[in-house]
Structures are given as C-alpha cells and as structure tokens.
C-alpha cells in the first residue's frame, strides 16, 4: 500500500490545477456496490451530490460504464457529469437525451438475438442482462457455472 506522502504526491496534480484534470470513475463497485441482482444496484446515497461537486471543481468529471446510458442518467442524474454507458457506446448530450454511436447502434438487433439465445440456452444460476447494445451474462450467484457461460 502507498504511503500517504506518496499518494498526497500522486494527487497534487489534481489539487495544484483541477481546471485542468479528469475524474472519471465506473459505477458497479465504485460508485454503487457489487451485488447479486445487478438490476438492483443503487449508487450509495451521497454519489449524485458528490459527482456534481467534483463537476464544478474539475475541468471534467465522468461516469463509463457498462450499464446503459440512461440508466446512468436515472440514478446519477447529469449535474455537469460526462455519462458513458455501454463501455462508450452511448452517451448523454448537453440536452440529456442518450445518443448511441451510429457504427455499434448497427449492431443492435444482432446483440438482442444474441441476449435472447442467452436467456433460451444459459446454464441455471446464469442470468443474462440485456443492455441494448452489448448483453452481460452473469455467473457470480453460480461460480461453478463459470466455464459453461464463458462458451
């Protein structure tokens, strides 16, 4: 673990000139907890204020994430944020509508049949998640599923 001279080191960067510095931060285990339904993930209370905070002291605050864009938007709200969903697939214009990249929205009828032979064909324990445009097959209620899921 670093020291806290080391890390007080590695942030002053970020203190000295925010103006000029980037947060950017995922969402499932850093700003909402891992749990086993990851429908159910929440962000923890006080993250929507705190993004907003750090949006107005740093020249860029943002949120990339493998959920939806919307979804994003939902629960964390814009607040000045850059919000990525779908690994930056999809993101939220200055009017908060979700814009999904033309190339990937191409895509999307070929991932939903992908996400539908999921939901037909995945061992039990295995949920799929469709997201629109890419699809999550989830196996951490049921590790001794791992390696059929990973076929």
Do not use: C, Q
Not at 6 to 25: G, K, S
Not at 75 to 98: N, Q, S, W
């Amino acid at each position: 673990m670093a020291s806290p001279d080391r890390v007080a080191a590695l942030v002053e960067p970020f203190v000295r000139r925010p103006d000029r510095a980037a947060v950017v931060t995922d969402f499932d285990g850093t700003l909402a907890p891992i749990v086993a339904d990851p429908a159910a993930a929440r962000p923890l209370p006080e993250v929507p204020d705190l993004l907003r905070r750090l949006a107005a002291r740093f020249a860029r605050v943002g949120v990339v994430s493998g959920r939806p864009a919307a979804f994003l938007l939902e629960h964390l709200g814009a607040g000045g944020v850059t919000l990525r969903g779908i690994y930056g697939l999809e993101a939220v214009d200055g009017d908060g509508r979700v814009v999904a990249n033309a190339d990937a929205a191409s895509w999307a009828p070929v991932v939903a049949s992908v996400a539908e032979r999921g939901r037909v064909e995945a061992p039990p324990g295995v949920t799929i998640e469709p997201k629109g445009l890419s699809v999550t097959l989830h196996y951490r209620g049921t590790p001794a599923a791992a390696d059929e899921a990973l076929v």
